[in-house]
Nanobody, 126 residues
């Protein structure tokens, strides 16, 4: 099973930026879905973005589209999440998760992701 490690979280003021990393011990397959999730206190975990390592195709929910951007470095088994124009509502624990998938990531649910990182805290102050 893939081991994932997130890094890059921290505390910033509203309008600031952070760049999170999700590094895998090994990509078990060339076609991996890497999803990003976040969970704020008292709220359910939500997927807000994902990337398919096969072709770099991405998806973002409306609340982060245009502010967040995913990229990948296959040589480093790493997916990056660049977060700009951060808002207090972005405050949460951020997790990456991964699963091999031949057909892309659009139909995956949270339960489909098999490998999870430990999470990294993002705090945005107003």
């Amino acid at each position: 099973q893939v081991q994932l490690t997130e890094s890059g979280g921290g505390s910033v003021q509203a309008g600031g930026s952070l760049n999170l990393s999700c590094t895998a011990s090994v990509w078990t397959h060339q076609r991996m879905c890497v999803g990003w999730f976040r969970q704020a206190p008292g709220k359910e975990r939500e997927e807000f973005a994902h990337i398919w390592t096969h072709d770099g195709s991405t998806f973002y929910v409306a609340s982060v589209k245009g502010r967040f951007a995913l990229s990948q470095d296959n040589a480093k088994n790493t997916v990056y999440l660049q977060m700009n124009s951060l808002e207090p509502d972005d405050t949460a624990m951020y997790y990456c998760a991964a699963v091999p998938n031949f057909r892309g990531c659009g139909r995956l649910t949270t339960e489909d992701y098999k490998s999870w990182g430990q999470g990294t805290q993002v705090t945005v102050s107003s």
